[in-house]
């Protein structure tokens, strides 16, 4: 066998991001120079890494088998494999006889002639489950799939008023469409010729290394504009037939995070350099900057018109009301980095998700968190409020882990109604209908799963052709879906469920 140092990169970059070790998988990302990988992203499976890994263990305890039969010696019992942990099959290495598989790792030039990786070949099961979800994407007339970048999308967004949506991908643009059409207006985010060639040859393979790849996206409530954030460091504001009306300047590493302000008079970005700066939306002009995070911004979220909350790496949460120089409001009861800040309805309470694996609930008039959720046993990548209370009599949040679980909390009485388990890999993505009745969920195992609010019972899954990576709502009851691969999906359940 013969692979290069650079396959092996991007298998543990893969694995950092399905993992959710967003900011080492950044830092590595950049390191290591995977955005100028030439290897096809979307042909790796998830879970590549420890799927080779595993195989290696397999191999391992085949040829210990056989040797011990070849020895006369008791043959070891296959229904102990499950017993033998990776740092027992490394530690007996060095007892593997002289024929095992050599291989050499070569850093220059791949090799014509090389194999390739058990890993990377699609087995009978994985074949099988491609093979159904084709027939029942083909038998499913209300999914639409569209195929609109040349590498993974991160944030989709429905239009407010209109039949329009953005994505926003690590290919250096984001687009403004019509649902279920493939020509969009393309919004350029590389500054020249060269890294648009550059992201054009890509083939799916940069994540948000990729230096102009676009991490967030939000449409300015009168849906007038759209706000984009970049891995460059800047935030941008376009009008719909794609002119850039202004760059906003002012930050010194990749943006994470933008946000309208619920008015649309400001603006708010934040950036893995640790700070947060606040723009007029009419003069583009900066008023403030935050400095009291000493992580990456990682969230935001406006209350109102003038305050907002914001979370980091730093375990910190924190209030800001503008025109103050420090946070109105801190709080520091996680113990990890925190992914995630939401408002419920009213604009009282904020959830916030962590990878301490809670989920704590927090009153502007309390100094500690009102609830702390436990029960995932993995990092926290979502939280949304349920719109309304109707549906189960109480104020409903939502949250998804790497732990492939979806729980649904009832704040009112600080308890779990739901927990949802339907998922095989991490579940990254969240949206509520509007009317609160229905739940979708986004995993990397390629599904969206629909779920009853008022049973906690999976009504449909849909197979998509890649990971999803994030999920919006349509207040007329269609969603749209991202899949990993470049590809959007609307999914039309007005038939079904309305």
Known sequence: MNFTSEELNYLIYRYLQESGFHHSCYTFGMESHIHRSNING????????ISMVQKGMLYYYVDMTLRDEKNGENASNFNNLESISLIDSI???SELSSTNLSYSISTNVKSDQQ????????????????????????SESD???SNIHNSEIFAIKWHPNKELIATGSSDGTARISQPNEIEATVLEHYPNEVDKKQSETSNGNCGISDR???TSIVWKPDGSQLLTACADGKGRIWQLDGKLVATLSHHTAPIFVCRWSVDGNHIAIGSADTRIS????????MKQCYDHHKGPITDIAWQNQLTFASCSTDHSVAVCEIGTEKPIKSYDGHT?????????PSSNLLASGSDDCTV????????????????HVRNIYAVKWCPVRRVVSCSCLASASADRTIRIWDVDRGVCLYTLNRHQSPVYSLAFSCDGRLLASGSYDMTVNIWSLENGILQRTVMLDGPVSDIDWHKDNRIVAVSGNGSSYVIDLRKSYY
Not at 336 to 344: A, G, K, L
Request: hydrophobic content about 25%; glycine content about 6%; overall charge positive.
């Open 42 to 49: 979307s042909s790796v499976p998830p879970g590549a890494l």
């Open 91 to 93: 530690g007996k290495v």
């Open 115 to 138: 194999l390739t990786p058990d890993s990377q070949k699609k087995s009978t099961k994985d074949m099988k489950r491609e093979e159904n979800s084709d027939q029942r994407r083909g």
């Open 143 to 145: 999914v639409h799939p």
């Open 212 to 214: 102009y790849a676009v």
């Open 278 to 285: 606040i723009w007029d939306s009419s003069t583009y002009e």
């Open 336 to 344: 990890s980095e925190i992914n995630v800040v939401r408002w419920d």
């Open 360 to 375: 704590k609930v927090w009153n502007l008039k309390q100094d500690k968190c009102v609830h702390d959720f436990h029960g």
